[in-house]
């Protein structure tokens, strides 16, 4: 190949319009290198259409007749210049009204364009015929030479090159364009779940408050049955007195009134009161452990316990409650632990513990009675085993310990909330967990974490 057509050819090569993804562009390039590199007055590039029947000019530069009507190529009309295309790599035809590829061409389309050669280049794109570059010649005798037919073949190679850069340009748009679509389609459906999870949230809130208002409710009418009971017997207690009172104002104004049957009012009378005297107590203790269930907020201080001296101390004031039942009280628990915590509130934990193994766990005096409160120090906050040695508790007592109101002992004056304060003052207030093992005839354990507070 001359130097002439080389540097064309490197000029397109290098041009950025080829790989620019702008066939439009890179076409008119490409037949402009023509037009120049081989001396001629008309070229054109020519795609298939769909069907592979026909093909149509995508681009044509005619310097001689620029308006010149641009026929369409069919198959059926064309079959041996289709069949050279698809088979020839180059279709080399000096004269192309005798050539048998070109000879179809003769009349329709040589004739009215006055060309005499062809110098026709398949186009190809990933292996397959897409069209053509056709060099045409109005000159009677030219004859292609190797080094045109060669740059020819090359430029038709360049235009596959800048066929696939289109390619890549378009698919590049069509994938911006479905990552668009498809960030508004996350962007659609995050919002909806966001929306589906506020209305989950909002409907979990109503059923923490239904559940609460359950339990409070629950809590009310076990109080007011509870209550109930001490102030009936009050009542009944205050009516019997007044029936009797009566009785002894009208003996007394009618002056049959005797000394035993004084006697015997006084008597009544005393009995009467007892009763309504123990029965109103234990109306105001159930009204009192009642307000201390809802954990008064405000009723403890938070501080840092010294936990080895404060336990200590708190045994020694409950060392009257257990003494009748000979129960011994140990503690074990590091000298330098400090807890954070509402310390009121921890005095009552213990408090209930020890009052109800003194209750439920001893039945009789016995010098082996032992109560055990071990105090471990963890990471956030002290662990808290409180254990006894007594009678222990079957599974179904244990199922229902922290129930406001569960009390195997009412007969004796047990109202139930002893431990439900207990589980509301360990998990609410003082932020912890408690849990519970016990064995029928081997003794009980509570065990709970208190965590440190924060201010
Ligand atoms: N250390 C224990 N050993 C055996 N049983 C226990 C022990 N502690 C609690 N119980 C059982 O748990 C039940 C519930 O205890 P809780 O303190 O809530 O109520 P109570 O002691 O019966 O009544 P009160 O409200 O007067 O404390 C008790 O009735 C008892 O059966
Ligand atoms: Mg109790």
């Known amino acids: 190949m001359n130097d002439a057509l080389e540097n064309i050819l490197l000029d397109v090569s290098k041009s950025p319009d080829i790989d620019g993804g702008d066939l439009e562009k890179a076409s008119e390039l490409i037949l402009a290198s023509a037009l120049k590199g081989l001396d001629i007055t008309r070229v054109s590039i020519w795609l298939l259409q769909s069907d592979k029947q026909a093909m149509r000019a995508a681009k044509l530069i005619d310097e001689k007749s620029p308006n010149a009507e641009v026929p369409v190529l069919y198959k059926n009309q064309l079959p041996s210049y289709f069949q050279a295309l698809e088979s020839e790599r180059t279709?080399?035809?000096?004269?192309?009204?005798?050539?048998?590829?070109?000879?179809?061409?003769?009349?329709?389309?040589?004739?009215?364009?006055?060309?005499?050669?062809?110098?026709?280049?398949?186009?190809?794109?990933?292996?397959?015929?897409?069209?053509?570059?056709?060099?045409?010649?109005?000159?009677?005798?030219?004859?292609?030479?190797?080094?045109?037919?060669?740059?020819?073949?090359?430029?038709?190679?360049?235009?596959?090159?800048?066929?696939?850069?289109?390619?890549?340009?378009?698919?590049?748009?069509?994938?911006?364009?479905?990552?668009?679509?498809?960030?508004?389609?996350?962007?659609?459906?995050?919002?909806?779940?966001?929306?589906?999870?506020?209305?989950?949230?909002?409907?979990?809130?109503?059923?923490?408050?239904?559940?609460?208002?359950?339990?409070?409710?629950?809590?009310?009418?076990?109080?007011?049955?509870?209550?109930?009971?001490?102030?009936?017997?009050?009542?009944?207690?205050?009516?019997?007195?007044?029936?009797?009172?009566?009785?002894?104002?009208?003996?007394?104004?009618?002056?049959?009134?005797?000394?035993?049957?004084?006697?015997?009012?006084?008597?009544?009378?005393?009995?009467?009161?007892?009763?309504?005297?123990s029965n109103l107590e234990r109306a105001a203790t159930l009204i009192q452990n009642f307000k201390k269930t809802a954990v008064d907020q405000s009723s403890f201080e938070l501080v840092k316990c010294q936990l080895n001296d404060y336990l200590?101390?708190?045994?020694?004031?409950?060392?009257?409650?257990?003494?009748?039942?000979?129960?011994?009280?140990?503690?074990?628990?590091?000298?330098?632990?400090?807890?954070?915590?509402?310390?009121?509130?921890?005095?009552q934990i213990v408090t209930n513990l020890v009052s109800n193994t003194n209750d439920h766990a001893f039945a009789e005096p016995d010098e082996n009675h032992q109560i055990e409160i071990i105090a471990t120090e963890e990471d956030s906050g002290v662990r808290f085993s409180f254990r006894d040695n007594g009678k222990g508790m079957d599974s179904e007592t244990i199922k229902d310990i922290f129930e406001p109101f569960f009390t195997t002992s009412r007969q004796t004056g047990g109202s139930g909330l002893g431990l439900s304060i207990v589980y509301n003052l360990v998990t609410r207030k003082l932020k912890g967990q408690i849990s519970v093992q016990s064995t029928p005839g081997e003794g009980t354990e509570f065990s709970f974490f208190l965590p440190n507070l924060p201010k």
Request: aromatic residues 6%; hydrophobic residues 40%; charged residues 25%.
């Open 91 to 277: 279709i080399i035809a000096n004269d192309a009204r005798c050539h048998p590829a070109t000879i179809e061409l003769t009349n329709g389309y040589l004739e009215e364009t006055g060309v005499y050669g062809l110098l026709d280049v398949p186009l190809r794109h990933k292996g397959e015929m897409i069209g053509v570059m056709c060099s045409e010649s109005r000159r009677e005798n030219r004859i292609w030479t190797p080094a045109e037919v060669a740059f020819v073949g090359m430029l038709a190679d360049i235009y596959g090159r800048a066929v696939s850069a289109a390619e890549r340009e378009r698919f590049e748009a069509l994938l911006i364009q479905q990552n668009e679509q498809l960030e508004s389609m996350v962007e659609e459906r995050t919002q909806s779940l966001t929306k589906a999870l506020d209305n989950f949230k909002q409907a979990q809130e109503r059923l923490i408050e239904t559940e609460k208002m359950a339990a409070l409710g629950k809590l009310v009418a076990g109080v007011a049955h509870e209550v109930n009971t001490p102030l009936g017997v009050s009542v009944t207690a205050v009516t019997h007195c007044e029936h009797r009172l009566k009785k002894l104002n009208q003996s007394f104004t009618d002056g049959s009134i005797s000394r035993k049957h004084l006697q015997t009012f006084i008597d009544n009378t005393f009995e009467a009161y007892q009763l309504l005297s």
């Open 312 to 347: 200590h101390a708190l045994v020694l004031s409950l060392n009257p409650m257990v003494k009748k039942k000979k129960v011994t009280i140990t503690i074990h628990c590091n000298e330098d632990i400090v807890l954070k915590t509402y310390q009121g509130a921890l005095a």
